[in-house]
């Protein structure tokens, strides 16, 4: 359908919801439902929100953990009207993006790690797969938990996790309506109900048809969930989620430097790089489902068992631009092949793999308790967890099937592959059962002592494309974590932690000597401190100092045929300040606000360029900041504006080639009012004001680099209607 039409059709739908006369927002209407969006004042007034269940350090107010936490609510993240991972990162400066293309599932970084898609995100605080098209409907906040985490997640990427914490039933029933500047249509539903006095349901649905900036990338998604809360008796409860989702959009390639040393000129954005006719949608279908029964033994102790299955299916199909081994400039090998040519020509091939299965479950018992020894008091957490990760792919289709350039108007069309995906095999099955105990120790009314552990066993077997076992890994590891906080005054604490994690080793690239092999798992280290201010009902304030170490991994240069091979040597070392700001700076002005300087190098590497020199995709200086002023002659009327700034961007292991750095500028204004007794929220929000170029991601994927220009501005128009 004609984008012009698309976007009058749902414009005058949406207009329809407007009243001829609209009333002055009624203070007891918001009383009635939450969807009231008055988000960023309500987040400010939570300071002492409780910490996620995937925190490694247990219970406590966000001023009482010793970690760097960042909480993004529900309303904070409709008002900026947040569809993907990738849009949520822009608003912590802790976070960016590591390989996140448009149409595909997006993964991030958390302080310059890449996160782990198999235990690096969940949801109420178990493992989902996170090669998934993450949806944020049916979730109440997103808890960011930055750094190592091994207490809570056993074997992960020491960057962090991120957990969405889903909606619980509520008396609420909305629909909202959404459409942007390319003519997309967005319409979702949220409808909660107590049905009696101890049985509650929350129904969540979104029905996306999204109109991309890049041309032939269209896409669609449908999207459901439910949720029940059952009290049972007195003393249980038991909290059940599931939701479903299918997703189809064309994936957009990455550009890459030209020869390896330059980055692209002229670019165009709206473009995709090596579209054919004939390539297919990625298809994502996932399912999602968490059950946690809580049992208060007494007010002083509790048990939680808890159960997660996440399934992710993707249907990869891509006319894949990657390289220029066929092309004539490099053909004479003077020009590394796993980059596009000097003068822009690149390599199309064409990529499928459908059925690509990643199925995670997770099962975790816990008992947590008080009590004191003396003068001492305890907060004791003990349990046991068990995870499964596996993954079942069919032998895939890569073949080369034309060549052309990035300056192409009209990309030329080339005859697809013959051939067909093999049957599908088990590729990984992975085991992670631990024990683990914390405990916080409180002494007087100023200091804690924060001081526990997981002992961790992991059992993994790797299966080649035609399931033929290629490797059996078995290790077990103790991974300590230690804190102590001191309460300077009723508003300020301050705190040092030690923490230790584990993470497995990278495969390596297909272009180097031993291309495939997976390396050895790795320990890493963590030290951190740092300062939290929580005056109530007003501003949070943050900053946090902190060290992380383990082994680099890299393609060293040598002698072997391909050139290189993929090793673990040298330290990897990250280096950081972190500070936060969040809350009401006035009764009407609300600010979030995050600033992140992070040295990210290797050493001792034995190879001299990579020695010293700030690590690929990892901007030494981050900022994100978003305001929200509420007019004092306007009831109801919020303006809103929003600022993101990244220092230049290593785009080469030796530096040499940087993208440059960038300020994008956002705004935005909220108007609330009633509709006879139905409140009714507008929200207009437009990103990129300036149309800034940048290149968001540098990201690497299986060895190989890749360059993602930020979206042109874009301009997002919602209503939501209580009914």
């Not at 930055?146 to 509520?170: S, T």
């Not at 109530?536 to 290189?564: E, I, V």
């Amino acid at each position: 359908m004609n984008r012009c039409y698309r976007l009058s059709l749902l414009t005058a739908a949406l207009c329809a919801a407007l009243p001829l006369h609209a009333s002055e927002a009624d203070p007891g209407t918001g009383d009635r439902s939450p969807t009231d969006l008055a988000g960023v004042r309500v987040q400010a007034r939570k300071p002492a929100a409780a910490i996620p269940p995937s925190s490694s350090f247990g219970s406590g107010d966000w001023k009482s953990t010793p970690a760097s936490v960042n909480v993004l609510d529900s309303a904070f993240l409709d008002r900026l009207q947040v569809r993907t991972l990738s849009e949520l990162a822009r608003y912590d400066a802790s976070l960016g993006d590591s390989y996140a293309p448009v149409g595909y599932y997006q993964n991030i970084a958390i302080r310059g790690f890449a996160l782990d898609p198999a235990t690096g995100y969940r949801f109420n605080g178990l493992s989902i797969a996170g090669e998934q098209r993450l949806a944020l409907e049916n979730v109440q906040q997103v808890e960011i938990l930055k750094g190592e985490a091994g207490l809570a997640a056993g074997v992960m990427a020491p960057g962090g996790i991120i957990n969405y914490v889903g909606k619980r039933p509520a008396e609420v029933t909305t629909v909202t309506l959404g459409t942007d500047s390319e003519g997309s249509r967005y319409a979702a539903v949220d409808v909660g109900r107590w049905l009696t006095p101890r049985f509650g349901v929350r129904f969540n649905a979104a029905w996306d048809d999204s109109a991309s900036y890049i041309d032939h990338a269209d896409g669609r998604r449908n999207f459901y969930s439910l949720a029940a809360d059952w009290l049972i008796g007195e003393h249980g409860k038991l909290e059940v989620d599931a939701n479903y989702q299918t997703s189809a959009q064309r994936s957009a390639s990455g550009y890459q430097l030209l020869g390896g040393s330059a980055l692209p000129r002229g670019v165009d954005r709206s473009r995709m790089l090596g579209h054919q006719p004939w390539q297919q949608p990625v298809g994502i279908d996932s399912t999602n489902a968490t059950a946690l029964h809580t049992y208060d033994f007494s007010p002083d102790w509790q048990s939680r068992v808890s159960l997660g299955h996440s399934r992710s299916v993707i249907d990869d199909n891509v006319a894949f631009a990657y390289g220029c081994y066929y092309a004539a400039e490099c053909a004479d090998g003077s020009v590394p092949g796993n980059y596009f040519a000097p003068n822009g020509d690149y390599d199309i091939y064409d990529y499928r793999s459908p059925d690509d299965t990643r199925r995670n479950d997770e099962l975790r018992a816990e008992l947590r308790g008080r009590f004191a020894t003396g003068a001492v008091t305890h907060q004791l957490s003990v349990g046991l967890s068990a995870f499964h990760r596996t993954v079942d792919k069919r032998q895939n289709v890569n073949e080369y099937v034309g060549t052309a350039n990035i300056g192409d108007a009209q990309v030329p069309v080339f005859d697809p592959s013959p051939l067909q995906p093999g049957p599908s095999a088990r590729r990984l099955d992975s085991w992670q059962r631990a024990l683990f105990a914390l405990d916080r120790m409180q002494f007087g009314d100023d200091w804690q002592w924060l001081a526990g552990g997981r002992y961790v066993r992991l059992d993994e077997r790797a299966y080649d494309k035609r399931g033929t076992p290629e490797r059996h890994s078995r290790m077990s590891r103790f991974l300590p974590q230690t804190a102590l906080v001191w309460s300077a005054t009723g508003q300020l604490n301050v705190y040092a932690s030690y923490v230790e994690g584990l993470s497995l080793g990278q495969e390596a690239p297909f272009w180097t000597s031993n291309g495939s092999t997976f390396l050895p798992a790795m320990r890493s280290r963590q030290l951190e401190v740092g300062v939290k201010y929580a005056a109530a009902d007003a501003l949070t304030l943050g900053a946090a100092l902190f060290r992380t170490t383990q082994p680099f991994q890299y393609a060293k240069p040598d002698d072997s045929d391909a050139g290189y091979t993929f090793v673990q040597e040298g330290k990897q070392t990250h280096t950081g300040l972190e500070l936060t700001a969040n809350g009401q700076l006035t009764e009407r002005l609300a600010l979030t606000a995050s600033t992140s300087v992070l040295q990210a190098r290797a050493r001792d590497a034995g190879t001299a360029f990579y020695d010293g020199q700030q690590l690929v995709n990892v901007p030494k200086v981050r900022a994100a900041a978003h305001v929200d002023y509420a007019l004092p002659f306007a009831p109801g009327l919020d303006v809103s504006g929003g600022w993101r700034y990244a220092s230049s961007n290593a785009a080469t292991v030796d530096g040499s080639v940087k993208a440059p750095s960038y300020s994008v500028f956002d705004a935005g204004v909220r108007f609330q009012h009633a509709l006879r007794t139905h409140p009714v929220t507008w929200t207009l929000s437009v990103d990129n004001v300036f149309d800034r170029f940048y290149w968001r991601d540098t990201g690497s994927s299986y060895g190989d680099y890749y360059l993602f220009a930020g979206a042109p501005r874009q301009a997002r128009l919602s209503v939501t209607v209580g009914l």
